[in-house]
């Protein structure tokens, strides 16, 4: 019997479940794909694609079809005395207020962890429903709030070693040698494995909760990660190794995709006479005037040297231009010397700031200026497009806001106007985003002044290596966001579910709630828009905002991060994939030898906002339900 009473209240807490999945799309998943679009392994609508892809196929498929109804073990079942009712009303206060704390987070590009959200919450509202005794403040088996607080610190740290050990070893047997392509192609099958396993792993112990596969003997899972890694590991030998040797080391521009099904006869397959530089994407953080198409290929292919710098990446492109031929050198007498090697001189670095002419900002003004300045050439760039948004943005740059207030008919014309073009640029206006323009940061600001300096201290490694290491972390990047859609989204349905159970039977639900089929999916395409429309206001803000990205150094993020939620699954601890991947970014920007080479402040920002997240999503939370609760009556 359907609590009638209370429909209000389940309308409510619906409307709260579904902004948290969005919320959790906008803010975890752009987290999590963020490292793949900061390396350029994947555009970022690839990105959107493959998601949507593998979180409903994760999330339908191997997802779990039952869902905690207290996260974590928090406050426990009996706190609601079977009142139907109570419990309803306190999913969606916890609902409510991890929504409102992860959207204001999103909307000020911070991050925080979606799931500490709900946690945290939840904790608020128990101590607002049985009192501070009531919850589960200890360790409690790895569930308690001491086991959470504990993650916070040791997650990203173990993330960190792992993604270091795993990228030293790229470093050492690839990127210090001589000649590392050759090295980067034999070697990529051993690579390879080692993706296949984890990602097998990952599959196992955390993407596939309805086959139950973590409940099978040690040596079967062992088995099958194994056997996945040395099936992939076999496969790459037989198809990639020819592929990419012919790609990168004969420098075949005439290659397609579909020619790497030939295998092993491209071996046999004889390089182009004409066949200069190979012809790779560029992997570069940012290009100044180098005439590069941003997602495609070079149009004047990719280095031809291992070159290894430490100066910013146009003071690189103008020796590699140069280095095609020989420069005349000048002598002290105005006269012309003999040819030398274009190789042997040394250009002096220019800051990017000085590559766009910005003058630094003095004062707030000037800051917000600048702010106002990129934001208005982006829109113009987007006002060319000659499709929906390129419309919709024309529309608004047309009808603007005139003096006076709001309700002058003048404003109240333009508003009405404007009207039809708003929903168009909510949907696509992330598609359109430039998301490595945003990471770089406005030039002449302090924070563009800032990753200059750490973009500087990265060094900068051939795209033909690069290009080798995409591929791997394409497979770590969608068995992730594969192992997000079958266990996370469980998570985010899980107090949906059961508002749902409560108000459909009028009864309280049990410690474990059944979830309907299409309230998975429903949550899980929640996601995927959140990502889709307004990731972009995350992945801004982290990637390439905390240290430089490239596909090798980020495949080792993927991996390490991947490998710590395995090592904290086995022992039952909780875990946020976004620490993960946060703090395995840190971990890979470290090997660049020095402390400059990471962005301190937004690491300390993100640390801070995780902090954060534990005590105010439990006020908003814990608030609302006390408040409600005790609400006085006639």
Request: proline share 4%; net charge positive; glycine share 10%.
């Amino acid at each position: 019997m359907v609590l009638s009473a209370y429909t209000y209240v389940f309308v409510i807490g619906t409307f709260f479940s579904l902004l948290e999945a969005y919320n959790n799309g906008a803010n975890d998943v752009a987290n999590a794909w963020a490292t793949s679009v900061s390396s350029r392994s994947v555009t970022y609508r690839q990105a959107m694609f493959l998601c949507v892809i593998f979180e409903m196929t994760g999330a339908l498929a191997v997802g779990a079809r039952t869902a905690a109804t207290i996260k974590n073990g928090i406050i426990p079942i009996e706190a609601f005395q079977g009142n139907a009712g109570v419990q309803l009303l306190a999913f969606t206060c916890a609902s409510a207020g991890a929504a409102i704390w992860v959207m204001w987070c999103t909307r000020h590009n911070a991050h925080v962890s979606s799931t500490y959200s709900l946690v945290s919450s939840i904790a608020g509202v128990g101590v607002a429903t049985v009192g501070v005794k009531g919850v589960q403040w200890g360790w409690n088996g790895g569930q308690g709030l001491g086991a959470i607080f504990s993650g916070l610190a040791m997650a990203p740290a173990i993330s960190a070693v792992f993604a270091a050990v795993i990228f030293m070893l790229i470093k050492l047997v690839v990127h210090v040698r001589a000649r590392p392509v050759p090295w980067a192609v034999w070697s990529s099958p051993c690579f390879f494995l080692i993706a296949g396993t984890v990602c097998a792993l990952s599959i196992v112990y955390k993407g596939s909760p309805r086959l139950g596969l973590k409940e099978k003997p040690a040596w079967f899972i062992a088995g099958v990660s194994l056997g996945t890694g040395l099936g992939l590991c076999f496969l790459s030998a037989f198809f990639f190794v020819p592929y990419v040797h012919a790609k990168v080391v004969k420098r075949d521009y005439t290659l397609k995709l579909y020619d790497m099904l030939r295998g092993p006869l491209l071996f046999r397959r004889p390089a182009p006479p004409d066949a200069g530089r190979a012809m790779v994407p560029d992997y570069a953080v940012m290009k100044h005037g180098d005439g590069a198409d941003e997602d495609g290929d070079l149009e004047d292919g990719a280095s031809t040297q291992h070159d290894v710098t430490k100066y910013p990446y146009e003071a690189e492109r103008s020796a590699e231009k140069m280095a095609a031929g020989a420069t005349r050198a000048t002598g002290t007498d105005g006269t012309t010397g003999v040819d030398v090697p274009a190789a042997v001189i040394r250009v002096k670095p220019r800051t990017l700031a000085e590559e766009e002419g910005a003058v630094p900002a003095a004062t707030q003004e000037e800051y917000r200026l600048l702010l106002t300045r990129a934001v208005e050439r982006h829109h113009a760039d987007l006002r060319k497009n000659r499709g929906a948004i390129g419309w919709a943005m024309r529309t608004l740059h047309a009808n603007r806001l005139g003096a006076g207030s709001l309700y002058e008919r003048h404003n109240v014309k333009a508003l009405f106007a404007r009207l039809p073009a708003y929903p168009v640029v909510a949907l696509l206006y992330g598609v359109y985003y430039d998301i490595h323009k945003a990471q770089v940061g406005v030039l002449g600001t302090p924070e563009g002044r800032r990753m200059d300096r750490v973009y500087a201290c990265a060094p900068k490694y051939a795209n033909e290596v690069e290009y080798l290491y995409s591929f791997v972390q394409v497979i770590t990047a969608c068995t992730a966001s594969f192992a997000h859609g079958a266990n996370d989204v469980g998570n985010a349905v899980g107090v949906w579910a059961v508002m749902y159970s409560a108000w459909s039977t009028s009864t309280a639900a049990a410690a474990k709630a059944p979830v309907p089929l299409w309230q998975i999916a429903v949550i899980a395409l929640t996601i995927c828009i959140g990502f889709i429309t307004y990731g972009y206001n995350i992945m801004k803000v982290m990637g390439n905002k905390i240290t430089y990205h490239s596909p090798s150094r980020g495949s080792s993020m993927e991996l390490g991060a991947a490998i710590t939620i395995l090592v904290f699954s086995q022992y039952k601890l909780p875990v946020s994939t976004s620490m993960c991947i946060t703090g395995a970014t840190v971990g890979v920007g470290l090997c660049n030898g020095t402390f400059k080479a990471v962005n301190w402040q937004r690491v300390g920002l993100l640390f801070l906002s995780w902090v954060l997240t534990i005590p105010i999503a439990a006020l908003i939370g814990g608030g609302m339900m006390a408040l409600t609760l005790n609400t006085p009556s006639f």
